[in-house]
């Protein structure tokens, strides 16, 4: 089976960086997504990522080591519409499904 | 242009009763899927069609039945509502149902039974 694991909830202050982890533990690897959903609206894609390393994207980087079944979301000059649930996901390989992991809600304040 | 949508957007109704959700997408994706996110936020996929041909099928009671008209339309009906069944429904697609294809999501349909 999938297992995923992130925090349930962090506060980071606006300007700041904020790291939010994620560690899984599958049957088979075919990349990790990190999906970014606001409260009351869809999860919207930020990152994918199947080879070991940093992925810069502006602001957000993401980071996986397929070794250590790890990966996190690096938000920088935090801003307070960075406000949001933050979900990793996994996909395992072939037709199998992406499993979602809970999500960490991340709070930003002034 | 909307990538996906889904309607309708809420959906409010009794117990016992049967409703639909319909969802298309415009951007020429064969692999369309049905998640389910519960009160505690939690993301779980119930269905998902690959060029109208059902290729996952997770442990979801029998009275929920997706239907795949052609490749842009997944619906899900659902027979006989139990409270249990209020949660957020999200339609979602990607361009294959192999490798690391992002899924692109609908607005969601919030389904409150009472």
């Known amino acids: 089976g999938q297992n995923i694991d992130q925090p349930t909830e962090m506060t980071a202050t606006e300007g700041a960086i904020v790291q939010i982890n994620c560690t899984y533990q599958?049957?088979?690897?075919?990349?990790l997504f990190w999906y970014q959903q606001h409260a009351g609206e869809a999860p919207t894609f930020l990152s994918y990522?199947?080879?070991?390393g940093l992925e810069e994207k502006g602001r957000f980087s993401s980071f996986l080591s397929r070794s250590k079944g790890y990966s996190y979301l690096l938000l920088k000059e935090l801003q307070m519409k960075d406000s949001a649930s933050y979900l990793c996901?996994?996909?395992?390989?072939?037709?199998?499904?992406?499993?979602f992991g809970t999500g960490t809600k991340l709070q930003v304040i002034p | 242009d909307t990538a996906v949508s889904q309607t309708p957007k809420y959906l409010v109704t009794q117990m016992g009763n049967d409703k639909s959700i319909k969802c298309e997408q415009n951007?020429?994706?064969?692999?369309m899927y049905w998640y389910k996110q519960d009160s505690k936020k939690f993301l779980k996929i119930m269905f998902s069609?690959?060029?109208?041909?059902?290729?996952i099928n997770e442990t979801v009671p029998n009275r929920f039945s997706p239907k795949s008209p052609d490749k842009a339309h997944l619906n899900l009906h659902i027979n006989s509502l139990e409270l249990g069944d209020s949660a957020v429904y999200f339609c979602?697609?990607?361009?294959?149902?192999?490798?690391?294809?992002?899924?692109?999501f609908g607005p969601g349909t919030r389904l409150l039974v009472l």
């Open positions: 951007l020429g994706h064969d692999t």
């Open positions: 599958t049957s088979g690897f075919n990349g």
């Open positions: 979602a697609s990607s361009a294959t149902s192999r490798g690391g294809e992002t899924q692109y």
């Open positions: 990522n199947v080879l070991d």
């Open positions: 996901a996994v996909k395992p390989g072939g037709y199998q499904k992406v499993t």
């Open positions: 069609y690959n060029n109208k041909e059902l290729i």
